[in-house]
């Protein structure tokens, strides 16, 4: 999960050295890795992100982060990193497949 949190931190800011996220990237994290869904949305996650108090995040306030978003939301907080490690790199979701196959017939 370390390794997919450097390459979201990374993604969209050509100055970012991996070590910090903005809510804004979580949150494409989470959409692609299917997080953010009707349990979790992206007012949840922005609720729980402005409580860090910083626009961008380390991965040791991440995890805190996920921790307390998971809790109140009922959530497996395993499942929540299962599907964030598991999600492919940044911009490899299934959509953008699909939206590429279709531009290509």
């Not at 869904?37 to 949840?44: E, P, Q």
């Amino acid at each position: 999960m370390k390794d997919q949190f450097k390459a979201f931190s990374k993604f969209g800011d050509v100055k970012s050295d991996g070590k910090l996220i903005t809510l804004s990237q979580s949150d494409k994290w989470m959409k692609q890795a299917g997080v953010i869904d009707k349990k979790i949305t992206t007012t949840d996650t922005g609720i729980h992100f402005k409580k860090l108090k910083s626009l961008k995040v380390s991965y040791v306030d991440y995890q805190k982060y996920l921790e307390e978003l998971a809790k109140t939301k009922g959530v497996e907080l395993a499942d929540i990193k299962n599907k964030l490690a598991g999600c492919g790199t940044p911009g490899s979701n299934s959509a953008a497949k699909v939206r590429n196959l279709n531009n290509f017939f």
